[in-house]
Protein backbone atom coordinates (compact mmCIF):
# COMPACT_ATOMS: atom_id res chain seq x y z
CA UNK A 1 0.00 0.00 0.00
CA UNK A 2 0.89 3.53 -0.25
CA UNK A 3 3.08 4.89 2.32
CA UNK A 4 4.74 7.88 3.66
CA UNK A 5 7.05 8.75 6.28
CA UNK A 6 7.88 11.53 7.99
CA UNK A 7 10.48 11.98 10.91
CA UNK A 8 8.33 11.43 14.28
CA UNK A 9 10.71 12.61 16.39
CA UNK A 10 10.79 16.37 16.90
CA UNK A 11 13.04 18.45 15.30
CA UNK A 12 15.58 21.15 18.00
CA UNK A 13 17.02 23.73 15.75
CA UNK A 14 18.91 27.36 17.01
CA UNK A 15 17.25 30.38 15.86
CA UNK A 16 19.06 31.64 12.52
CA UNK A 17 19.70 27.91 11.14
CA UNK A 18 18.41 26.01 8.50
CA UNK A 19 15.79 23.62 9.28
CA UNK A 20 15.43 20.43 7.30
CA UNK A 21 12.86 17.83 7.16
CA UNK A 22 12.11 14.69 5.17
CA UNK A 23 9.39 13.04 3.53
CA UNK A 24 9.78 9.92 1.80
CA UNK A 25 7.11 7.79 0.01
CA UNK A 26 6.83 4.34 -1.31
CA UNK A 27 4.24 2.23 -3.33
CA UNK A 28 3.68 5.70 -5.47
CA UNK A 29 4.61 7.91 -8.55
CA UNK A 30 3.37 11.47 -7.38
CA UNK A 31 2.41 13.94 -9.98
CA UNK A 32 2.67 16.35 -7.12
CA UNK A 33 3.33 16.91 -3.65
CA UNK A 34 2.28 19.15 -1.04
CA UNK A 35 3.45 21.18 2.29
CA UNK A 36 2.16 22.34 4.53
CA UNK A 37 1.86 23.66 8.29
CA UNK A 38 0.13 22.94 11.04
CA UNK A 39 0.24 24.73 14.66
CA UNK A 40 -1.28 22.92 17.79
CA UNK A 41 -5.06 22.58 17.56
CA UNK A 42 -5.56 24.17 14.44
CA UNK A 43 -5.87 23.02 10.83
CA UNK A 44 -3.19 22.38 8.64
CA UNK A 45 -2.48 25.70 5.99
CA UNK A 46 -1.18 25.27 3.13
CA UNK A 47 2.69 26.04 1.98
CA UNK A 48 3.84 25.04 -1.11
CA UNK A 49 3.46 22.73 -4.18
CA UNK A 50 5.79 21.00 -6.08
CA UNK A 51 5.11 18.76 -9.77
CA UNK A 52 6.99 15.74 -10.10
CA UNK A 53 9.05 17.51 -13.06
CA UNK A 54 10.45 20.11 -10.92
CA UNK A 55 13.55 19.82 -8.77
CA UNK A 56 13.32 22.88 -6.88
CA UNK A 57 11.03 24.97 -5.18
CA UNK A 58 11.21 28.31 -3.32
CA UNK A 59 8.96 30.70 -1.45
CA UNK A 60 10.44 33.31 0.71
CA UNK A 61 12.63 31.54 3.58
CA UNK A 62 11.15 27.98 1.74
CA UNK A 63 12.66 25.26 -0.35
CA UNK A 64 11.61 22.36 -1.45
CA UNK A 65 13.21 19.81 -3.27
CA UNK A 66 11.32 17.03 -5.33
CA UNK A 67 13.63 13.28 -6.15
CA UNK A 68 11.38 11.24 -8.10
CA UNK A 69 14.02 8.55 -7.95
CA UNK A 70 14.77 8.27 -4.73
CA UNK A 71 10.94 9.15 -3.53
CA UNK A 72 12.07 11.86 -1.49
CA UNK A 73 11.28 15.21 -0.69
CA UNK A 74 13.17 17.90 1.42
CA UNK A 75 11.47 20.87 3.13
CA UNK A 76 13.87 23.39 4.01
CA UNK A 77 13.03 26.53 6.32
CA UNK A 78 16.47 28.91 5.96
CA UNK A 79 17.43 31.49 8.61
CA UNK A 80 14.76 29.91 11.72
CA UNK A 81 12.83 31.66 13.74
CA UNK A 82 11.30 30.65 17.49
CA UNK A 83 7.70 31.88 14.55
CA UNK A 84 8.60 29.25 12.90
CA UNK A 85 7.81 26.27 15.41
CA UNK A 86 5.34 23.94 14.63
CA UNK A 87 4.02 20.59 12.44
CA UNK A 88 5.24 20.52 8.77
CA UNK A 89 2.93 18.01 7.26
CA UNK A 90 3.60 16.92 3.49
CA UNK A 91 1.09 15.05 1.31
CA UNK A 92 1.14 13.56 -2.30
CA UNK A 93 -1.87 13.44 -4.69
CA UNK A 94 -3.35 10.22 -5.16
CA UNK A 95 -3.66 9.73 -9.05
CA UNK A 96 -5.66 11.44 -10.51
CA UNK A 97 -8.41 11.25 -7.86
CA UNK A 98 -7.84 14.60 -6.03
CA UNK A 99 -7.47 13.49 -3.07
CA UNK A 100 -4.57 13.58 -0.52
CA UNK A 101 -2.29 11.47 1.68
CA UNK A 102 -0.34 13.20 4.69
CA UNK A 103 2.33 12.35 6.59
CA UNK A 104 1.95 11.87 9.97
CA UNK A 105 4.54 15.23 10.04
CA UNK A 106 7.93 16.56 11.76
CA UNK A 107 6.84 18.61 14.66
CA UNK A 108 9.55 21.77 14.40
CA UNK A 109 11.03 23.16 17.79
CA UNK A 110 13.30 26.58 16.72
CA UNK A 111 14.79 27.90 20.36
CA UNK A 112 15.50 31.80 20.65
CA UNK B 1 -11.53 37.47 4.43
CA UNK B 2 -12.96 34.27 2.21
CA UNK B 3 -12.27 31.15 5.10
CA UNK B 4 -13.30 27.76 6.18
CA UNK B 5 -15.54 27.98 9.48
CA UNK B 6 -15.87 24.90 11.75
CA UNK B 7 -18.39 24.69 14.35
CA UNK B 8 -18.42 24.22 17.52
CA UNK B 9 -14.78 24.36 18.13
CA UNK B 10 -15.22 22.30 21.10
CA UNK B 11 -17.46 19.01 21.62
CA UNK B 12 -18.33 16.96 24.43
CA UNK B 13 -20.21 14.17 24.09
CA UNK B 14 -21.34 11.01 25.68
CA UNK B 15 -20.80 7.04 24.23
CA UNK B 16 -23.37 6.30 21.89
CA UNK B 17 -24.69 9.94 21.98
CA UNK B 18 -25.29 11.34 18.21
CA UNK B 19 -23.35 14.33 17.71
CA UNK B 20 -23.05 16.38 14.70
CA UNK B 21 -20.30 18.77 13.47
CA UNK B 22 -20.68 21.61 11.15
CA UNK B 23 -18.93 23.43 8.32
CA UNK B 24 -19.32 26.68 6.42
CA UNK B 25 -16.94 27.83 3.50
CA UNK B 26 -17.21 31.33 1.95
CA UNK B 27 -14.63 30.26 -0.55
CA UNK B 28 -16.99 28.95 -3.15
CA UNK B 29 -14.85 26.02 -3.41
CA UNK B 30 -16.64 22.89 -5.28
CA UNK B 31 -15.49 19.95 -3.28
CA UNK B 32 -15.20 19.60 0.69
CA UNK B 33 -13.43 17.01 2.69
CA UNK B 34 -13.98 16.01 6.32
CA UNK B 35 -10.81 14.35 7.57
CA UNK B 36 -10.34 12.75 11.43
CA UNK B 37 -6.88 13.19 12.79
CA UNK B 38 -6.04 11.69 16.22
CA UNK B 39 -3.29 13.23 17.80
CA UNK B 40 0.14 12.86 16.38
CA UNK B 41 -1.05 11.00 13.26
CA UNK B 42 -1.87 12.34 9.74
CA UNK B 43 -5.04 13.67 8.61
CA UNK B 44 -7.36 10.64 7.22
CA UNK B 45 -9.70 11.49 4.45
CA UNK B 46 -13.33 10.28 5.62
CA UNK B 47 -15.42 11.56 2.71
CA UNK B 48 -15.70 13.99 0.27
CA UNK B 49 -17.84 15.54 -1.92
CA UNK B 50 -17.61 16.77 -5.47
CA UNK B 51 -20.34 19.51 -5.83
CA UNK B 52 -23.45 17.42 -4.71
CA UNK B 53 -21.59 13.96 -5.28
CA UNK B 54 -20.63 11.95 -2.23
CA UNK B 55 -17.76 10.26 -2.01
CA UNK B 56 -16.75 7.71 0.43
CA UNK B 57 -13.56 6.20 1.63
CA UNK B 58 -13.71 2.30 1.33
CA UNK B 59 -12.51 2.45 4.96
CA UNK B 60 -14.67 4.77 7.04
CA UNK B 61 -16.78 3.69 9.29
CA UNK B 62 -20.40 3.30 8.37
CA UNK B 63 -20.99 5.36 11.54
CA UNK B 64 -20.11 8.50 10.03
CA UNK B 65 -22.40 10.16 7.37
CA UNK B 66 -22.14 13.60 6.31
CA UNK B 67 -24.82 15.99 4.24
CA UNK B 68 -23.84 18.82 2.08
CA UNK B 69 -27.19 21.15 1.41
CA UNK B 70 -25.76 23.37 -0.37
CA UNK B 71 -22.24 24.81 -1.42
CA UNK B 72 -21.48 26.54 1.65
CA UNK B 73 -22.42 23.73 4.16
CA UNK B 74 -21.55 20.75 5.09
CA UNK B 75 -22.25 18.42 7.66
CA UNK B 76 -20.47 15.35 9.61
CA UNK B 77 -22.87 13.29 11.46
CA UNK B 78 -21.54 10.53 13.87
CA UNK B 79 -24.73 8.56 14.64
CA UNK B 80 -23.33 6.54 17.65
CA UNK B 81 -19.43 7.87 18.99
CA UNK B 82 -17.56 5.19 20.61
CA UNK B 83 -14.31 6.24 22.70
CA UNK B 84 -12.28 5.53 19.30
CA UNK B 85 -13.95 8.25 17.50
CA UNK B 86 -12.31 11.08 19.71
CA UNK B 87 -10.18 13.19 17.71
CA UNK B 88 -10.03 16.48 15.61
CA UNK B 89 -12.40 16.52 12.65
CA UNK B 90 -11.22 19.11 9.97
CA UNK B 91 -13.14 20.31 7.54
CA UNK B 92 -11.25 21.65 4.10
CA UNK B 93 -12.43 22.78 0.51
CA UNK B 94 -10.56 23.20 -2.83
CA UNK B 95 -11.22 24.57 -5.90
CA UNK B 96 -12.72 22.75 -9.22
CA UNK B 97 -9.92 23.87 -11.28
CA UNK B 98 -7.28 23.04 -8.83
CA UNK B 99 -8.78 19.27 -8.45
CA UNK B 100 -5.80 17.34 -10.05
CA UNK B 101 -3.09 18.89 -7.62
CA UNK B 102 -5.21 19.81 -4.84
CA UNK B 103 -4.50 23.05 -2.25
CA UNK B 104 -6.56 22.64 0.27
CA UNK B 105 -8.01 25.12 2.67
CA UNK B 106 -8.70 23.75 6.47
CA UNK B 107 -11.36 25.30 9.21
CA UNK B 108 -9.99 25.30 12.37
CA UNK B 109 -11.15 22.22 13.65
CA UNK B 110 -13.45 20.59 15.97
CA UNK B 111 -11.66 18.77 18.96
CA UNK B 112 -14.51 16.07 19.69
CA UNK B 113 -14.57 14.28 23.15
CA UNK B 114 -16.82 11.53 23.86
CA UNK B 115 -17.44 10.44 27.74
Known amino acids: SQKIEQNSEALNIQEGKTATLTCNYT??????LQWYRQDPGRGPVFLLLIRENEKEKRKERLKVTFDTTLKQSLFHITASQPADSATYLCALVRGNTGKLIFGQGTTLQVKP | DAMVIQNPRYQVTQFGKPVTLSCSQT?????MYWYQQKSSQAPKLLFHYYDKDFNNEADTPDNFQSRRPNTSFCFLDIRSPGLGDAAMYLCATSREGAYLYNEQFFGPGTRLTVL
Open chain 2, 27 to 31: LNHNV
Open chain 1, 27 to 32: NYSPAY
